[in-house]
């Protein structure tokens, strides 16, 4: 089975070591990622916020892409790894169906365009196509190096579990914290990992963005995490950028070092520090992580 | 003196718009704004709404009675995150982040958003990048945000910047898809379809 693969922009710049890190897993576990062809930007929440109809279009050109790009395949599986994306795309192919004006007009908007969508795409998270498809037990069967029962606290943020998917629970997902321990690391009790880190707000409305990223920093070192997994290049740059600032804000010594899921997987699977893209981290890693 | 400085608080009805929430209901994803039960679950669970000028709650109460000005004007809306805990949530499924999004549609279409608050500024600004280039360049998005809120906090942020430059995190290479024709004649479809449907369109173009 062929997964085509949408980046979106944090991967290509602030997140890159989210998708070095995700291509090197996926490659060991032989399972090719295809970028997709030409994708633009989904949108994200800036566009729905200026004009719903043209943040809709940009993500169904995309879906529209990737049903053409499947090799006439009738199911074509899309791998979204940031939740912004994974999010946008999913409301898009939802509201086509559920709003019949909506998808109409889309339809219309499409062809203006020379594309043509019908709803084929199945769009993923790799955490879910990681757990469902592949499988805890056939992903611990790749581990080489010993996570030594690193206290990880499973960050799921808001926007992969809320709204639209299926995969997990909306209060209390799971998927990240099974994953961490087929690793062999030992994820924490945590009741935060659902709640929302500002997304753009530490850019825009700072202190509020900071508070909100403090808050969920202190109650994982509480709980005597020393990593915090994430799944989004924005929650990971939040937790990971603004940790210098917070401490001085707050007179704290939080030292908690937020990393992507996937250079997790890629540590406990022998791949290098490189390879996964751990050197661009702005805040110092444990020595668990060290290969 | 005394007299001066004493103003109504309390409007009349004559000054509300008894069209607006029609109006905010007929978005896709907003046509159950009617069914609110006013039980304050969405202001309960958001994590933004102790710093909000209006809670959710109220700003689907607000939005109901017609205070068209005041939502328009909040703060309210543009702390919202999109987080969608409150849609989630609300016992009645209104889905209440399409709601806000139907808001700071209307805000930024009838240009009352707060002066130099920087959230509006920042969707702007993404949206000019993603209309000319079909991507967006993080680098390039957060240095023209900040010329046009604050360019004191751009300085302030020299040291995040070189760090993240450093660890090649932030190229200044600007971003591009192919078939930037294509994506324009996408757009221009779209504005189209909502100039047939005498909605004056944003079409920011430069």
Known sequence: MKYLYYPGCSLKGTGRAYEESLLAVFGALHLPLQELDDWNCCGATAYMAVDEMKAFALAA????????????????????????????????????????????????????????????????????????????????????????????????????????????????????????????????????????????????????????????????????????????????????????????QYEERIHVTPIYFSQLMGVAFGLSQHTLGLHRSLVPMPQQLAI | MFQQGIQRRIKYQAELDGNFAKEIASTPGCDNLFSCIQCGKCSGTCPLSIYMDFTPRRVIAMTRAGFKEDVLRSQTIWLCASCYSCTVECPKEIKITDVMYALKQRAIKDKVYPKRFPTPVLAREFFRSVWKYGRNTESWLIVRMYLKSNPFKMIMQGLLGFNLWRTGRMGLKTESIKDRTGLQRLLEAVERAEQKENRTPMGERE
């Open chain 1, 61 to 248: 050109r995309n879906l529209a892409l990737a049903e053409a790009q499947g090799s006439g395949n009738d199911d074509v599986t899309l791998v979204v790894p940031c939740n912004a994306c994974y999010l946008v795309l999913m409301k898009t192919q939802r509201y086509m169906q559920e709003y019949a004006e909506v998808g109409k007009k889309l339809t219309r908007i499409l062809e203006a365009a020379g594309l043509h969508y019908e709803g084929k795409v199945a769009i993923r998270h790799p955490l879910d196509v990681l757990v469902n498809d592949i499988g805890l037990e056939h992903i611990s069967g790749h581990v080489k190096h010993s996570l030594g029962d690193l206290p990880v606290a499973a960050y799921y943020g808001c926007q992969m579990v809320r709204p639209y998917s299926t995969f997990d629970d909306q209060h209390n997902p799971m998927s990240m914290d099974r994953l961490a321990k087929a690793l062999g690391a030992a994820p924490v009790d945590w009741p935060l990992k659902t709640r929302c880190c500002g997304g753009a707000l530490t850019g825009t409305i700072e202190n509020v963005g900071v508070r909100l990223n403090y808050i969920l920093l202190k109650e994982a070192q509480k709980r005597g995490a020393q990593v915090m997994t994430t799944a989004c290049p924005l929650c990971q740059f939040n937790l990971e950028c603004y940790q210098g600032s917070m401490n001085r």
